[in-house]
Nanobody, 128 residues
Framework: QVQLVESGGGLVQAGESLRLSCAHS????????VGWFRQAPGEDRRFVAA????????YYADSVKGRFTISRDNAKNTVYLDMNNLKPEDSAVYYC?????????????????????WGQGTQVTVSS
């Protein structure tokens, strides 16, 4: 059974940085696409970033491109989201999720319906 646990959220000021971690259990996640999504109050869950099973391919939402970096260390069973130059509009609950697929495309990586396992989320709040 796959389990995903996010950590690293918190309250920061605009312009600061945070690193989110997604610790996963379940051997299949090592060969799975993993993504980060976020959800602000009153809004739908939105795609942030996705990474292929070996880290060789990544995709980002336009709103975070150049500021956020997704990476993974399969030896540590962890996927990371490094967030720099944070803005108040980045405030949300951040979720990591895993697909059953080993293949990442620009379309499937952004589609929350492709992800079968989700973490409980971690809150990120950016003050202005």
């Amino acid at each position: 059974q796959v389990q995903l646990v996010e950590s690293g959220g918190g309250l920061v000021q605009a312009g600061e940085s945070l690193r989110l971690s997604c610790a996963h259990s379940g051997r299949s996640v090592h060969s799975s696409v993993v993504g980060w999504f976020r959800q602000a109050p009153g809004e739908d869950r939105r795609f942030v970033a996705a990474i292929s099973w070996n880290g060789g391919l990544t995709y980002y939402a336009d709103s975070v491109k150049g500021r956020f970096t997704i990476s993974r260390d399969n030896a540590k069973n962890t996927v990371y989201l490094d967030m720099n130059n944070l803005k108040p509009e980045d405030s949300a609950v951040y979720y990591c999720a895993a697909q059953a697929s080993t293949r990442l495309t620009a379309t499937t990586g952004r589609d929350w319906r492709q992800y079968h396992s989700w973490g409980q989320g971690t809150q990120v709040t950016v003050s202005s």
